[in-house]
């Protein structure tokens, strides 16, 4: 043995010395987010398959725990019912160990749940996700799992920009963002797939800044030839999500489109909304912008009653499904009203489908996101912490 042992040393010795300019690995950060998954509901059906522990969140005491789970919760006078239990608390946390999933109503989901009983005796539902493990269960939704992994990455970096972007506006709130398109499309675990979870991984931590800072990278399903100008829709003026011409997103099934209303459909949603009309006359363009897209129209009707509205609080009010984009003409024949319209979605930032054409043509994931979010850089979230 001992003539061995120097041949041994030889191998295992320059393992067991560190190099002088070796850099130390970085643990990536991962900031838990604070997702709203189930809103003003009277109960909730809860499963878990292995142990978990139960703790008010505004005293971190521990109130039950166990092993297996399937019960109802709901409200209660005092608290909140779980199962025959009532836990005299109306803010409970659910927390299992990072392998298990908490299945709430079916839906599979990472992290830790947050259940708060509301003033109304309704329950609001929170899952408490680590960033990384939130992109899982987004990118499936908001985009196709079949496209190109540089389409997907960039996918990847715009949602965790985005999210982060998200959670720095909402800190005071109970919770950081919806599961809807009103934020982001969010299903836990459930809608994790090999190539987009693949995506995050690839890109972890990676996110857009402009002038050193995160800013809101919007997206949208296809922009029809020419993203939108943040400014036209919010307050917000930021060169990096100003308009930019997009050809590359014509193979998209959105990129034309025609809705047929019923016409008393319409005139109801906008009573709605504060608009009081009769029978709809006309509807007609006031002005467009520079993107392409409307952004005022004149609505009359029968009693001479006449309102401008901006085309975006007509979308809102109509339908973002039923409106698809701004970039529309409309005409009313009899009792409905037809808009042909180009592209899906508010226009800003990163063109999904354009971002599809571009991965097809060779760019990669910087490339793309250069092109739709011109003067923005890529970096990691260790470099901006300190503004989260």
Same mark, same amino acid.
């Given at each position: 043995?001992?003539?061995? $042992? ?70 209660? %006078? ?7 239990? %009532?836990?005299? /608390? ?5 927390v299992v160990p990072e392998s298990s $999933? ?6 599979? /989901?990472? !992290?830790?749940?947050?259940?708060? &009983? ?8 929170? @899952? ?26 960039a996918q990847a970096v715009t949602a &965790?920009? /985005?999210?982060?972007h998200q959670a720095r506006q909402n ?26 979870? &693949? ?11 402009? @002038?050193?800072?995160? /800013? ?8 029809? !030839? ?5 400014? @036209? ?44 009309? !009769? ?10 912008? @520079? ?9 009359? %009707?029968?009693? !001479? ?8 609080? $007509? ?31 508010? #226009? ?13 043509? #060779? ?7 250069? $092109? ?17």
């Amino acid at each position: 043995m001992k003539k061995f $042992f120097p041949l041994i040393l030889a191998i295992l010795l320059p393992l067991l010395v560190v190099r002088a300019d070796a850099q130390p690995v970085k643990k990536s950060i991962n900031p838990v987010l604070r997702v709203l998954v189930l809103d003003n509901k009277d109960n909730v059906l809860m499963a878990i398959k292995g142990s978990y522990r139960i703790y008010s969140t505004t005293s971190d005491k521990l109130l039950t725990g166990g092993y297996i789970l399937h019960t109802v919760v709901s409200a209660s %006078d005092q608290g909140i019912m779980f199962g025959q239990r %009532d836990l005299k /608390f109306s803010k409970i946390r659910v927390v299992v160990p990072e392998s298990s $999933f908490i299945y709430i109503d079916g839906r599979a /989901f990472r !992290g830790s749940v947050d259940i708060i &009983r509301k003033e109304n005796m309704k329950l609001m539902v929170i @899952n408490r996700v680590p960033l990384e493990e939130y992109l899982y269960g987004v990118l499936y939704n908001e985009i196709s799992h079949r496209w190109p992994i540089e389409a997907i990455k960039a996918q990847a970096v715009t949602a &965790r920009t /985005f999210a982060l972007h998200q959670a720095r506006q909402n800190k005071l709130k109970d919770y950081d963002l919806t599961n809807d398109i009103y934020s982001q499309v969010y299903s836990g675990a459930t809608s994790e797939r090999w190539s987009t979870t &693949r995506a995050v991984k690839l890109t972890s931590g990676e996110i857009l800044t402009y @002038n050193g800072d995160i /800013f809101p990278a919007y997206y949208h399903a296809t922009c029809g !030839g020419h993203t939108e100008d943040a400014s @036209n829709l919010w307050n917000i003026n930021l060169p990096c999500i100003k308009g930019v011409e997009c050809g590359y997103c014509k193979e998209s099934p959105h990129y034309r489109w025609v809705k047929t209303m019923m016409l008393a459909d319409v005139e109801k949603k906008l009573n709605a909304g504060g608009y009081k009309l !009769g029978k709809i006359k006309d509807l007609s363009i006031v002005s467009k912008n @520079n993107s392409g897209r409307i952004d005022k129209i004149e609505i009359n %009707d029968e009693a !001479g009653i006449s309102y401008i509205i901006t085309a975006k609080d $007509f979308r809102h009010m109509i339908g973002p499904n039923e409106v698809r984009s701004t970039n529309f003409e409309a005409a009313i024949n009899g009792d409905k009203l037809i808009l042909k319209g180009i592209g899906w979605g508010h #226009g800003v930032g990163m063109c999904q489908w354009g971002a599809k054409g571009l991965s097809e043509k #060779g760019k990669t994931c910087k490339e793309i996101l250069d $092109f739709y979010y011109p003067g923005a850089k890529i970096t990691t979230i260790d470099k901006i912490a300190d503004k989260l």
